[in-house]
């Protein structure tokens, strides 16, 4: 058997993925949440200190990562849950195997399409949230927070492929979507509490090297760390930088795990889908 991919059968695959979602005014639909929430938190973002309007792309970037933790995760495991056990739902999983095209290609073809999707929503609705302020900022800032939106879309890519194992590991929809929920739920809200319930266990025998080594094993928390050392002010902000171990910081590395985190369920999926 061949191992070569053929690129038009997935690009077919990723296009009928990219088209339905455009149908159904998903990608429209996600971008207005993220243009609303990004535009409201950079006027209102500092209101706790009684200041209303712009302060400046840190202060706005810090608030929006908590908020995109929550949403961006969210919205990619809704997206991919039913990626496969839908189509077997619905009967036509069947009829695309039955089809000279190999499964690696089904599988890559509908995380491609899911991710554009994804990734275009991501990039409009936070795009379009800071136009209206485009005026207030410099090349330096429209780097910085291009380099915020990139960083959400590999945590949302992520995600995606975490939901995309949940959709081949289900027997059902029912099943895969409360699944997504509780992976969503673990992810975003557990994981942290059970992080600070050990370090309070451990009276602080914790090292800063296994707390920081614990971290990386939530692709959330790296995508908080990415934009945190990111910047001196965000440091400040949040505190972990006498907690990170400084080779822990390194955006290289930091970015290295956010693509394992892609690519290892990706690929899992594909083993248990074979």
């Known amino acids: 058997m061949s191992t ?26 996600a971008a207005l949440v993220f243009a609303l929430f990004a535009l409201a938190i950079a006027y209102f973002g500092a209101a706790q200190q009684g200041e209303v309007g712009f302060q400046n792309i840190e ?7 908590s908020l995109v933790i929550y949403l961006v995760p969210l919205i ?44 275009g ?19 330096r800032d429209v780097l910085h927070y291009a380099a915020f939106v990139g960083t959400a ?24 979507s409360g699944m997504a929920i509780a992976l969503w ?20 025998a914790l090292g800063s090297g296994v707390f920081a080594g614990l971290l990386m094993l939530n692709p959330a928390d790296v995508f908080r760390l990415l934009n945190i050392f990111g910047s001196q002010q965000m440091q400040t902000m949040y505190g972990l930088a ?11 590395l930091l970015l290295s795990i956010m ?9 899992f999926a594909h083993w248990r889908f074979k």
Request: aromatic residues 8%; neutral net charge; glycine residues 8%.
């Open 242 to 252: 006498t907690v990170m171990p400084e080779a822990m910081t390194k955006p290289a």
């Open 76 to 119: 990619a495991v809704i997206l991919g849950y039913d990626a496969i056990v839908g189509e077997q739902e619905r009967g036509s999983l069947e009829l695309l195997l039955s089809m000279p095209i190999t499964r690696f290609e089904i599988l890559l073809g509908k995380y491609l399409g899911l991710a554009a999707a994804l990734a």
């Open 185 to 204: 739920f673990f992810f975003v809200l557990i994981f942290d509490l059970l992080l600070m319930g050990l370090l309070v266990v451990s009276k602080g």
């Open 59 to 65: 202060v706005t970037i810090a608030s929006l990562v």
């Open 4 to 29: 070569r991919i053929d690129w038009r059968q997935v690009g077919i695959i990723a296009a009928k993925e990219w088209r339905e979602r455009i149908r159904n005014h998903w990608v429209l639909a």
């Open 121 to 139: 929503a991501t990039a409009l609705g936070f795009g379009a949230g800071l136009l209206p302020l485009m005026n207030q900022l410099d090349a």
């Open 153 to 176: 879309i590999l945590m949302g890519m992520a995600f995606l492929s975490l939901a995309l194992c949940l959709s081949v590991l289900a027997q059902d929809r029912m099943r895969a």
């Open 259 to 267: 693509l394992a985190w892609i690519v290892a369920p990706f690929l």
